[in-house]
């Protein structure tokens, strides 16, 4: 009888830990950083975001145009890497020392199932009266996980019109450079940089006044 018993016990103990085995699995998972080995970084880019959703994102860049005679409204390809994006967060906001004109443009880039949202910084925390607190050292130690990657966690949730962000591109790399066009970019990391409202929408108010 005592046997049987200790058989049964057993066997219940091993179905329960086996069962537990996938939700550990996934936990610990979730602490490591994505595999970005298939894929090849092509450019990052500060723009503000439009809308977004679970599957991509429209983020509205606004670039410097040189400004030449016989100049046009082309839209920047984002796989040629310019680094002439309006970024108000660099110093004297990006712009070239050369007569320039801002114009602006939206893209629609997807996400991977690897993609992360992450933030340059939190928000401020309050307790139940309201009061301003600090995180504790494990709050902290988690938003940071994954290690290895930018910023503090956060979620698509956060990507409210208007948000300003840094986006990192990436490519498969089976895709050629020479080959690659924008329907093959992904995206990688979306950083939140400041979730005020940015006056890039200004540009285009400011172009139309300038003309009438």
Known sequence: ???RVT?????????????????????E?????????????????VGEVQSADEKKLTLRVTWYETQV????????PLTGNNRNFRNPYAPNMNRPKVTVKERHHDYVL???????????????K?????????????????LRSPPGVVGYAASVNDLRP????EVWLVRDKNIPAAKATEDDLRIKYVLILSSEPNPLNNVEKAEKKGKN
């Open 1 to 3: 009888m005592t046997a």
């Open 7 to 27: 058989r049964v016990v057993a066997t219940v103990v091993l179905a329960y830990a086996l069962a537990l085995f996938p939700v550990f699995s996934t936990a």
């Open 29 to 45: 998972d979730k602490s490591k950083a994505p595999d970005w080995s298939k894929y090849t970084l092509v450019t990052d880019l």
């Open 69 to 76: 005679q016989g100049g046009n409204n082309r839209r920047p």
């Open 110 to 124: 997807e996400f991977l199932p690897e993609s992360l949202v992450r933030t340059k910084t939190l928000p401020p």
């Open 126 to 142: 309050y307790d139940e009266k309201n009061r301003r607190v600090n995180y504790t050292a494990k709050e902290l130690q988690e």
């Open 162 to 165: 208007g948000t300003v962000v």
